[in-house]
């Protein structure tokens, strides 16, 4: 496909665009760099993006360069130091002061004497105490025919630094003789990135576009004063090649897990609920007919928030202590206890989305439903394998007219096959606010163990009087992060959420089916056309707290 070059001009950033003039058949970043004036981290950030988008290729070199250190650069200026003092004794001998000068500094001289003697051509003596160096003929021959070596390389380069592989065995082996000399010179490797304009970039630069009236960016005070009208700004570039990214984005396995829960919900009808996640005891505890010296309500088992909230209108509270206290006109005698507002009032993270439940049954009154909920709630738990301190359960009720605990036992039956889970049984439990009330339990067929999936009941009258609901209510609470596990194959809910869970299990696992088994179950009729899921999410505990 053609590149359109406007649409691709358009899109420049401005640091390319500052770059685009000094782009060559073929240059380096460090021309760049001083051609454009912009920070070697500018050109390479614009490159890069040249890259990208096919307009320029870089290819970096590396070459050894011979570079001159601090004596060096007096050597290539004024000679070697060994070389001078031999010229300087050509009239005659000379004491160190008299060789002594500013570009011959006297640590020089000094080192030089090992060198000249080494080679034969001066002596060194002691006169009147002084130093005094006098030329030997082998000197006096180097000087006057120009026959040392070291010195022949300064004569022949001139400037530095040259690059070591353009030199012939002779001139390296000086080089390597001169490095080892304090601070002379020294062999560096060099990285230099070679920017070759490629036939996108040629046909970009020969466009000789315009960019004068492309603004950058929108800001406020052009909309404000309308003068964003009429320019053209820069364009994103959708469709610059970028390097593939390995991993995409996955929604967590618990999350899908909820939304699976959710799916099935919604497929049999139920409608869905919402509610706080900070409650008042009211509607958490006092609701439902769970008495106030309930162990729940203990700091061991609920986050207090450590304030109060509103309680809600004054009928209903009056209702609701009446059948605390006396069991109201439900036909119980209540617990026989005072009732204290003040307990209602204090707030907490809920305990249980049965607090929603309530909410809505309160607000729908006697009529028939469906409802169901997938709820973040919090206990007060040592966190450990199978206990998290927040989790999420997915709450569910049916409200209606000839309900049965088959009803209940059915729809249970229903939900689970759903999710492919069929080995269920029963068991009996207790609820402050159901009776009766009912687990169920699931058989893991790999570690030939019973779990408890579900905690349910018909709820009390006691718990309903107060919202004049003469119906009756199946409900129930499950662990949706115990469905989550058993989606998932895992048993250790660290394994599932939280900080130990494997990146790449989340990044790369396959997302479990929702109707892994559509209703295989003989489930009654009616369950079919009337039942609520739902699920006790204490996913955490082998044995459902029947206390909430
Ligand atoms: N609230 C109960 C729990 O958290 C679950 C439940 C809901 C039980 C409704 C019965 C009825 O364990």
Known sequence: MAVDIQEMANSLSLLERKLLPYLKEETTVQELV???????????????????????STEIVEKELVVLSENGELASQFGL???RILTALLNGPKTLSQLESDSLPRPEIMASIGVLKSKQSATVSRVNNNIQLELLPAGKILVENNLYEPQQFFNNHKSFPIEFHSLDEKERSIVKELSRRKNMLKVEIQKTTIVRLQPLGNQLISANIDFSNLEEQLSDTMLKNGSWKGKTFRTYDVKSPVPPL?????????????????DIYLKMGFQEMEGPWVETCFWCMDSMWIPQDHPARDVQDTFFIGQNGDLPNPELVEKVKAVHETGGDSG?????????????????????????????????????GKYFYVANIFRNEAVDATHLAEFVQAEGFVIGDNLTLSDLMGFIREFYARLGITKIRFKPTYNPYTEPSLEAHYYDEQKKKWYALINSGIFRPESLAPYGIKKTVIAWGMGASRVAAILNNKNNLRELVGPTVSFDWIANHKTPTSDLS??????????????????????????FRGDL
């Open 34 to 56: 001083s051609s454009s004036g912009l920070q070697e981290v500018e050109v390479n950030r614009a490159l890069m993006w040249f890259r990208n988008r096919e307009i320029v």
């Open 81 to 83: 130091p060994e070389f």
């Open 246 to 262: 390995g991993l995409r984005g996955r929604r967590h396995p618990a999350r899908e897990a909820n939304n699976i829960i959710r």
């Open 332 to 368: 119980s005698t209540g617990y026989q206890k005072p009732w204290d507002p003040e307990l209602a009032k204090q707030l907490v993270l809920r305990t249980h989305s049965t607090a929603t439940s309530f909410r809505y049954l309160n607000k729908i009154g006697n009529v028939d």
């Open 518 to 543: 559509e209703t295989k179950n003989n489930v009654s009729e009616k369950l079919n056309e009337s039942i609520v899921d739902g699920v006790q999410t204490n996913e955490n505990k082998s044995n």
